[in-house]
């Protein structure tokens, strides 16, 4: 249930013992296709007695081309995504402790999860996603940030980072940016830039970040 009196979606893979740790996976533009819950499952399989919740910010609508994708992302609403969010912490519960990761425009939301999750946040993971550029939100963030950055991003590009780490220092936020000589997408197979030694390298390094703040 979210707030706005509508339903969310996800796909959730619950940890195998009670737990308070959750996992909100963010998807790209594409929407909650196969490969995003294919990167749940490696999450869930690799971070121990975690809950993982891939949430479908895109109401169950999934994208096949670029024009679709566009179109996809181009319509979404930031109220009813932050509905979405809101409606999965609340299903998570008052005690869950959050942690989040998301790629492309995934990776934006991964950031607004874990500020809405306030104190419950644990740690942002952001594959070239859009930061928040308010420094009065910021500065109620809890979670540390991995920013996960391929230098070669026309999209996401040095301002953007370069933005962000003032923001982040001013806000006396932590702030990790882990930076790549690659393109955008470069962690999705499907993209001509997929780049598997920084993929694997960029998911070893998210894991060991994450863990040290899911326990």
Same mark, same amino acid.
């Given at each position: 249930?979210?707030?706005?009196?509508?339903?969310?979606?996800?796909?959730? =893979?619950?940890?195998?013992?009670?737990?308070?740790?959750?996992?909100?996976?963010?998807?790209?533009?594409?929407?909650? #296709?196969? !490969?995003?819950?294919? @990167?749940?499952?490696?999450?869930?399989?690799?971070?121990?007695? %975690?809950? *993982?919740?891939? =949430?479908?910010?895109?109401?169950? &609508?999934?994208?096949? $081309?670029?024009?679709?994708?566009?179109?996809?992302?181009?319509?979404?609403?930031?109220?009813?995504?932050?509905?979405?969010?809101?409606?999965?912490?609340?299903?998570?519960?008052?005690?869950?402790?959050?942690? $989040? %990761?998301?790629?492309?425009?995934?990776?934006?939301?991964?950031?607004?999860?874990?500020?809405?999750?306030?104190?419950?946040? &644990?740690?942002?993971?952001?594959?070239?996603?859009?930061?928040?550029?308010? %420094?009065?939100?910021? &500065?109620?963030?809890?979670?540390?940030?991995?920013? =996960?950055?391929?230098?070669?991003?026309?999209? *996401?590009?040095?301002?953007? *980072? $370069?933005?962000?780490?003032?923001?982040?220092? #001013?806000?006396?936020?932590?702030?990790?940016?882990?930076?790549? @000589?690659?393109? !955008?997408?470069?962690?999705?197979?499907?993209?001509?830039?997929?780049?598997?030694?920084?993929?694997?390298?960029?998911?070893?390094?998210?894991?060991?970040?994450?863990?040290? &703040?899911?326990?």
């Amino acid at each position: 249930k979210t707030p706005d009196g509508k339903e969310g979606y996800g796909y959730e =893979i619950k940890a195998k013992k009670p737990t308070n740790a959750y996992l909100f996976v963010f998807h790209e533009w594409w929407g909650l #296709n196969d !490969h995003i819950k294919q @990167e749940a499952e490696k999450y869930y399989s690799t971070l121990g007695n %975690v809950n *993982v919740i891939a =949430i479908d910010i895109y109401d169950k &609508r999934v994208a096949t $081309t670029r024009d679709s994708a566009s179109k996809y992302a181009g319509s979404l609403k930031a109220e009813r995504g932050e509905a979405i969010i809101k409606g999965a912490l609340n299903y998570a519960g008052e005690k869950a402790e959050i942690a $989040t %990761v998301g790629w492309c425009l995934g990776g934006g939301y991964s950031m607004r999860a874990s500020l809405l999750a306030g104190a419950s946040a &644990r740690g942002c993971v952001m594959y070239y996603g859009i930061p928040e550029d308010d %420094v009065e939100k910021i &500065r109620d963030l809890f979670a540390p940030i991995l920013f =996960i950055w391929p230098k070669q991003d026309k999209w *996401v590009n040095k301002d953007v *980072v $370069t933005k962000l780490q003032a923001n982040m220092a #001013n806000s006396k936020k932590d702030l990790k940016v882990l930076s790549y @000589e690659a393109d !955008h997408a470069f962690a999705n197979p499907s993209n001509p830039k997929y780049n598997k030694e920084f993929a694997e390298d960029a998911f070893k390094k998210s894991i060991s970040f994450l863990k040290k &703040r899911l326990k």
